[in-house]
Each structure stands twice: as C-alpha cells, then as structure tokens.
C-alpha cells in the first residue's frame, strides 16, 4: 500500500523560507512523475510543482522563481523548497503520485506577520 507522508510545514514571516519533504513507501519511487499541490480553504486545489522520473520540472506560474521542487530517489522523498513565501502562499500543502492515485495528509504552511 502506497503511502505519502509529507512534513516540514510551519508558520513563517513574509519573505522567509520552508522547506517540505514527502517520503514514500510501499511503491517503487523513481519511475513516477511526483507532484506538490496545495489547496486554501472553499478553494480548489492546484498544483504547485511537479517532477519527473528523469528530474524535468514544472512550476505553477505563481511560484517560479520561488519554488524550486527536487527528489532524492535513493530515499524515495520529494523536497519543495520554498523561497520568499508571501501571504498567498498560506494553504494546506500534499504531495502527490498521481500515478498511483495517491495523496498525503497535507502539511499547513502559514505565511504571516
């Protein structure tokens, strides 16, 4: 059984940093293409960032730039580091395999003064 277990959300200042992590178990990691989405409350969830198996990346228009998403395939994790967090980036974050159909629990990243 697939499982996504992210962690590394917190509560920054405007202009701060975060780095989330997502460890996987229970599925081969390295030939699936691996996501980040986020979602605020009463809003539809949308993608952040995704990752290829080859580590060929695509960013939401919103957070290039800032953002960058990265995997370690030996320890089957995907990372989201995230720079200048502003406000708007306030959201549940979850990690995805799409592939698989499987999500995690979601990480609360709060960016506030």
């Known amino acids: 059984q697939v499982q996504l277990v992210e962690s590394g959300g917190g509560t920054v200042q405007p202009g701060g940093s975060l780095r989330l992590s997502c460890a996987a178990s229970?599925?081969?990691?390295?030939?699936?293409?691996m996501g980040w989405y986020r979602q605020v409350s009463g809003k539809q969830r949308e993608a952040v960032a995704t990752?290829?198996?080859?580590?060929?990346?695509n960013y939401a228009g919103s957070v290039k730039g800032r953002f960058t998403i990265s995997r370690d395939n030996a320890k089957k994790t995907v990372y989201l580091q995230m720079n200048s967090l502003n406000p708007e980036d306030t959201a549940i974050y979850y990690c995805?395999?799409?592939?698989?159909?499987?999500w995690g629990q979601g990480t609360q990243v709060t960016v506030s003064s």
């Open positions: 990752i290829t198996s080859g580590g060929r990346t």
């Open positions: 229970g599925t081969i990691f390295s030939i699936y293409v």
């Open positions: 995805n395999l799409d592939a698989l159909g499987a």
